[in-house]
């Protein structure tokens, strides 16, 4: 009875050990194509192999069909069984160290024996690794390094692959008539960039009723622990979900616990204590006379305690008290504030729709303006512009602005910083454009003084309005350049250049600790989709809720600005203007 998640773990392997062997690399994508089809898919996988119906799926060819039959019928996958009689298992650990291939690791495993992390590590500092043929220090450090990663970041989630099955699970639930309140609560609900499980609150009526419809909501793959009032479930995906129901009056102290963070709720219980009072999951309690007080909102139990309100992404004990104390709590920008999406993508590069496309789904979304940033030549995978094809693109954007009225696109240019330093298109091209941005896709293995040099030069141009991905991170997946944040951050606010919150889901960058860095040095900041497609453009809500988490308000963010204002600005030398 192979679940779901052991299948695509299966094809997973498969295709670990694949690249392992020096297999075809087709090959070798179409089984991952699958494997994730099959992770992201909310039913039961192996019903429809019974069903022989697995070839309805997107991604699912006849000959992966048939593995994932003959693996549903004797539970194991006969190929995969015979390249771990010739590869140990455990060389596919190793292959998830970041920047380590499988032509590494298995030279590695021929030459020295070595098929586990703890082996790779000692390996690694020994000197061993560096001695081999065609490897050296440098190699030798990287897998170090990688390690190191591999081992911090655990098992946990980014947010935005996770939030939209919470937020179905939440819909669902509030749709059944015993749900009074229910509310997405813990790390999802502060947004963090990372998650380790859904955690849900909810009131009802009949709280069994509402607990017995959790563990049959059709995500789920199995019931973990059931109970009337709290139970948990995995969902096909593997994602656990922990739900409380508790009876309306204790509603909001349970959702403020929580909520958290951990050192949130410690500092605040702290706090709580020096006032005479206690904090707990149930209710706040006088500890002089015993009486308790359960609270009608979350709003109480912080004013209980003589603070503000303190909004759930603020809530990482990282001054939040005290300026809650103080009454100095910011004003945190939401997603309603947002007026346009400086960075979108045509059909002109790497993107899927046309610029009036792109135009018409920002404008149903509410948005007044977006800037049209397409990839610069060098890009050529986007098939980036050239100068000639920037002209002819201008053209169009005006024949857009003409057709559409009342809403308007600006011309731009998503122009990458070449490795050498250049900027990709000569400066005469780039004058010419509304808003330009600047970002590196490239040379990401340059030390931080060539990568520092690079961008402090494009800030220097009076025509370069923001830097997009600054750090270039991915979540779980790349590491940031090496940048000097606080240098990036300095001549940010020194040129008046902006700083992009990229909204992707594996992107967030700025993270939230460098965008309320940049908020506190001046800095503008710009909240944009990086959409490549219709669905996409105008859709910021990580970004903003990246946005919040880092403390900043509508005031630090250009593209809050209504259509005419940030005209004005953009006529403006940006000096003048940031
Ligand atoms: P996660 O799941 O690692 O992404 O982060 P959280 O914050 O959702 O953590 P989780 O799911 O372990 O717990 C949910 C909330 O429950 C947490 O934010 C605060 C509260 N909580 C959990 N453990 C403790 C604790 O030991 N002390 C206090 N005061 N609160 C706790
Ligand atoms: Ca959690
Ligand atoms: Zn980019």
Request: glycine share 8%; charged share 30%.
């Amino acid at each position: 009875m192979p679940t779901n998640r052991q299948i695509a773990d299966a094809l997973d392997r498969l295709a670990d050990m694949m690249e392992l062997d020096g297999a075809n690399v087709y090959k070798i994508i179409a089984h991952r194509k699958a494997a994730h089809r099959i992770a992201e898919s909310n039913f039961s996988i192996e019903e429809l192999a019974r069903e022989d119906r697995l070839t309805e799926l997107p991604d699912i060819g006849e000959k992966i069909a048939a593995k994932v039959r003959a693996m549903v019928e004797t539970g194991t996958l006969a190929e995969l069984d015979d390249y771990e009689r010739r590869y140990p298992p455990q060389l596919v650990e190793l292959q998830q160290l970041q920047g380590v291939g499988p032509r590494t690791v298995r030279k590695v495993w021929e030459a020295l024996g070595v098929s586990t992390l703890d082996e790779m590590e000692q390996a690694a500092a020994d000197g061993s690794i560096a001695a081999l043929p065609g490897m050296g220090g440098k190699t030798a450090a990287n897998i170090t390094r990688a390690i190191e990663h591999l081992r911090a970041r655990g098992g946990r989630i980014p947010l935005g692959e996770v939030l939209p099955t919470a937020e179905e699970m939440v819909a669902a639930l509030s749709g059944l008539p015993e749900a009074e309140q229910v509310t997405l609560a813990g790390s999802l609900r502060r947004m963090k960039e990372t998650v380790k499980d859904i955690d849900i609150v909810a009131t009802a009526g009949r709280p069994e009723k509402l607990s017995e419809a959790f563990c049959k909501l059709p995500a789920v793959e199995e019931t973990v622990a059931a109970g009337p009032t709290r139970c948990s479930i995995r969902t096909y995906t593997g994602l656990q979900a922990d739900l409380r129901v508790v009876p309306p009056k204790s509603y909001s102290n349970l959702l403020q616990h929580f909520t958290g963070s951990k050192e949130h709720n410690i500092a605040l219980r702290e706090l709580a204590i020096s006032k005479g009072l206690k904090v707990s999951e149930y209710d706040v309690e006088n500890s002089r006379t015993g009486k308790v007080h359960e609270c009608a909102d979350e709003a109480e139990v912080y004013g209980l305690l003589g603070l503000d309100y303190i909004p759930p992404e603020l809530r990482e004990d990282n001054g939040e008290l005290e300026a809650a104390a103080a009454g100095k709590l910011p004003l945190l920008v939401e997603e309603k504030d947002m007026r346009g999406d400086l960075h979108v993508h045509s059909e002109w590069s790497d993107g899927r729709a046309s610029i009036r496309e792109m135009a018409e789904a920002a404008r149903e979304r509410g948005l007044e303006y977006i800037v049209i940033s397409d990839h610069s030549q060098s890009l050529a995978v986007a098939r980036g512009l050239t100068p000639e094809r920037l002209a002819q693109q201008l053209e169009e954007v005006a024949r857009v602005n003409t057709e559409l009225g009342d809403f308007h696109v600006f011309t731009g240019m998503e122009v990458d910083i070449k490795a050498d330093g250049k900027l990709d298109l000569p400066d005469e091209d780039l004058e010419q454009l509304d808003f330009v941005t600047v970002s590196i896709h490239s040379g990401f293995n340059q030390e931080r003084e060539q990568i520092m040099e690079r961008l402090t030069a494009a800030m220097e141009k009076p025509f370069v309005r923001c830097i997009g991905h600054p750090t270039g991170r991915l979540i779980n997946r790349r590491d940031p350049y090496e940048i000097d944040i606080e240098g990036v951050i300095e001549a940010a606010a020194r040129t008046g250049t902006a700083l992009e919150i990229n909204s992707h889901y594996w992107r967030l960058d700025l993270c939230d600790i460098h965008a309320r860095a940049a908020r506190e040095a001046g800095v503008t900041l710009a909240i944009n989709s990086d959409a490549h497609g219709p669905e996409d453009v105008g859709v910021l809500q990580l970004g903003v809720a990246t946005a919040r988490r880092g403390w900043v308000e509508a005031g630090n963010v250009l593209n809050t600005l209504p259509l005419g204002e940030l005209r004005r600005r953009l006529s403006l030398p940006k000096k003048a203007a940031g």
